[in-house]
């Protein structure tokens, strides 16, 4: 069975259908789209719209018409630039732009102030998008797989900042800017060019600390309260006089639907943390609306 194609316009046949529900929740992830239906972007109630791996190229101006939008999936698309008028959505929570082609954000994009989650993975991103670092809302950054080598001095500006993910970038040296994110509870330095670490104390949050695949030598100086995965981790936490703590979920999982997303980004102990996704849910390292 092929994937569905619509016509640019119009919205899907099932839509309709979808929006019967009263959840006000639209799902085109999966079909061919080279646009998105401009249909679309006169649902002025819809909350939550999917629209991953579907071959999108570019989002109209009029996506700001959404005003009401919590949540949006685009990853897994072929989006080189974000329009302005995707920054103008007051409400938006959760934004998933994983897997896609783009270069930088726009300027505007500081004005998404309602931003908890940000995932950006898997994009070409030499620089750190300075506009998020006016997002001092924004809880989960997900920013693994792109080019950064360094961080700005301004990233504890982000003081709510609670997960950090940047595995798979070409960090040479840990950046300093970090030892100064005292609220932070996972960080992710996954496959980066990291040789050493300096003391790791200064963060005081910290519950998870992910250095695996890295040039170095063994684990980092840390409080006996982190969970450690990389090389010689095991033994270190060994050595410890309390008992290995219970590891948080290292990447986040993909948009909880309700308000206990963050405390699963932040390490929630809750069987929802770890367990199967629910058929509402958005499984692990999965495109939202693709399933499980």
């Given at each position: 069975?092929g994937i569905?194609?619509?016509?640019p316009?119009?919205l899907?046949?099932d839509a309709?259908e979808?929006l019967?529900?009263?959840?006000?929740q639209?799902?085109l992830?999966?079909r061919r789209?080279?646009?998105?239906?401009?249909?679309?972007?006169?649902?002025s109630r819809?909350?939550?719209?999917y629209?991953?791996?579907?071959?999108?190229?570019?989002?109209?101006?009029?996506?700001?018409?959404?005003r009401?939008?919590r949540?949006?999936?685009?990853?897994?698309?072929?989006l080189?630039?974000?329009?302005?008028?995707?920054?103008?959505?007051?409400?938006l929570?959760?934004?998933?732009?994983?897997?896609?082609?783009?270069?930088a954000?726009p300027?505007?994009?500081?004005?998404?102030?309602s931003l908890?989650?940000l995932?950006?993975?898997?994009?070409?991103?030499?620089?750190?998008?300075?506009p998020?670092l006016r997002l001092?809302?924004?809880q989960?950054l997900?920013?693994?797989?792109n080019?950064l080598?360094?961080?700005?001095?301004e990233?504890?500006?982000?003081?709510?900042?609670?997960?950090?993910?940047?595995?798979?970038?070409?960090?040479e040296?840990?950046?300093?800017?970090?030892?100064?994110?005292?609220?932070?509870?996972?960080?992710d330095?996954?496959?980066?060019?990291?040789g050493?670490?300096?003391?790791?104390?200064?963060?005081?949050?910290?519950r998870?600390?992910?250095?695996?695949h890295?040039p170095?030598?063994g684990?980092?100086?840390v409080?006996d309260t982190?969970?450690l995965?990389g090389?010689?981790?095991?033994?270190?936490?060994a050595?410890?006089?309390?008992p290995i703590?219970r590891?948080?979920?290292?990447?986040?999982v993909?948009?909880?639907?309700?308000?206990?997303?963050?405390?699963?980004?932040?390490?929630?102990?809750?069987p929802?943390?770890?367990?199967p996704?629910?058929?509402?849910?958005?499984?692990?390292?999965?495109?939202?609306?693709l399933?499980?």
């Amino acid at each position: 069975m092929g994937i569905a194609e619509s016509t640019p316009d119009e919205l899907p046949s099932d839509a309709e259908e979808q929006l019967r529900s009263g959840e006000q929740q639209l799902e085109l992830s999966g079909r061919r789209l080279r646009r998105l239906p401009s249909a679309v972007c006169a649902l002025s109630r819809l909350q939550k719209l999917y629209v991953s791996g579907t071959g999108l190229r570019e989002l109209p101006e009029e996506i700001e018409e959404l005003r009401e939008l919590r949540i949006l999936a685009l990853d897994f698309n072929k989006l080189e630039r974000l329009p302005d008028g995707l920054c103008r959505l007051p409400r938006l929570t959760r934004l998933y732009l994983g897997g896609n082609r783009l270069l930088a954000l726009p300027p505007d994009f500081a004005q998404l102030q309602s931003l908890r989650c940000l995932w950006i993975e898997g994009n070409f991103l030499r620089r750190f998008p300075r506009p998020l670092l006016r997002l001092v809302a924004l809880q989960s950054l997900q920013m693994g797989d792109n080019r950064l080598r360094a961080l700005p001095a301004e990233l504890p500006r982000m003081t709510g900042l609670r997960g950090l993910w940047l595995y798979g970038n070409r960090f040479e040296e840990f950046p300093p800017a970090l030892l100064r994110m005292g609220r932070l509870h996972i960080l992710d330095l996954d496959r980066n060019r990291l040789g050493g670490f300096p003391d790791l104390h200064p963060l005081r949050a910290l519950r998870v600390f992910s250095y695996d695949h890295n040039p170095v030598t063994g684990p980092p100086r840390v409080a006996d309260t982190v969970f450690l995965v990389g090389e010689g981790a095991v033994e270190r936490m060994a050595e410890r006089d309390e008992p290995i703590p219970r590891p948080p979920p290292r990447r986040p999982v993909r948009a909880f639907e309700d308000e206990e997303e963050e405390d699963l980004l932040i390490g929630g102990s809750g069987p929802r943390a770890l367990g199967p996704a629910r058929d509402n849910l958005r499984a692990l390292e999965a495109p939202p609306g693709l399933g499980t």
